[in-house]
């Protein structure tokens, strides 16, 4: 009983976690006057990014570390795409891809880390 309840509260904190996220994004497109429309194709990638940190909390343990890190990088790599979309800043790339190798795996494994409880 006891390991449903903390399963129910991470489910709880990771859904709260995307909403927050959704609403910076809506948030910071209505402060810059985006198109999120138009940047609509990559966030096909972010919820890709999603699906994949979806399956690492119901797999759980070392399995779920091992989707959260994919996870990372996918969705890493999707909000890097929809900047570089919405402002046409394509050059970016050039150093953007720390980001993507690097940073999406740190952060992969350090929001899963946090919501299950793990080091």
């Not at 497109?29 to 096909?44: H, S, T, Y």
């Not at 996870?71 to 394509?90: F, K």
Request: glycine share 18%; aromatic share 8%; hydrophobic share 55%.
């Amino acid at each position: 009983m006891n390991e449903q309840r903390a399963r129910d509260r991470r489910t709880t904190i990771a859904v709260g976690l995307l909403l927050i996220g959704v609403g910076i994004v809506f948030l910071v497109g209505r402060q810059l006057n985006l198109d999120l429309a138009g940047a609509g194709w990559p966030l096909i990638i972010v919820a890709a990014g999603v699906v994949l940190f979806v399956l690492a909390f119901s797999v759980g343990g070392r399995g779920g570390s091992g989707f959260a890190v994919p996870a990372g990088i996918v969705t890493m790599t999707g909000i890097v795409l929809s900047v570089q979309n919405a402002t046409g800043l394509w050059e970016t790339w050039a150093y953007a891809w720390a980001l993507v190798a690097p940073g999406g795996v740190g952060i992969g494994l350090l929001v899963y880390g946090l919501l299950v409880g793990e080091r």
